[in-house]
């Protein structure tokens, strides 16, 4: 609805553009949502070596591949719930499907090496290594203390 050209308060003229604005805006939205869900599954799943990250499917999987099951290897619990294990550094593809052969799921996986997280500190000339994902903790492995010498005897 606008407010009438001549001025006049209190006058509405309903205008085809202000019937059809409602209707844009929800396919704007619409358009928004499918555009997101369809980013966020051409991203690649990124996962360190040793971890699993994991995927929730949005219903049951008969069939799940790795093209290359020695960068990353996948479990399947309750045909819905997919973890995905970084086994060493390199790319590959995940491929899942339904009973009747549709894709759920088609999606790179990038496995990363643990040091890609890992941060140097150099302070008073000794290095000390950090792993930062989220937070820092040391990655010093300390010996132990060396034993006191014995006393020197007289």
Not at 69 to 91: M, S, T
Not at 110 to 138: H, K
Request: charged fraction near 20%.
């Amino acid at each position: 609805m606008v407010y009438a050209p001549d001025g006049q308060k209190g006058r509405l003229i309903m205008t085809r553009f202000s019937r059809t604005l409602p209707l844009l805006a929800g396919t704007i939205a619409l358009i928004g949502v499918i555009g997101s869900a369809t980013a966020q599954s051409d991203r690649a799943l990124r996962v360190t070596v040793n971890k699993a990250e994991v995927v929730s499917l949005g219903g049951t999987a008969s069939v799940v591949l790795v093209a290359n099951p020695q960068i990353a290897d996948v479990v399947l619990e309750r045909n819905n719930l997919l973890f995905v294990l970084g086994k060493q550094p390199g790319e590959t593809r995940l491929y899942v499907y339904n009973g009747s052969g549709r894709p759920m799921l088609e999606r790179e996986i990038v496995v990363v090496p643990q040091a890609d997280r890992t941060v140097t500190v150099v302070r008073d000339g000794q290095p000390n290594e950090y792993s930062c994902a989220p937070r820092c903790v040391s990655l010093e492995r300390r010996a132990a203390a060396p034993a006191a010498a014995p006393a020197a005897k007289p």
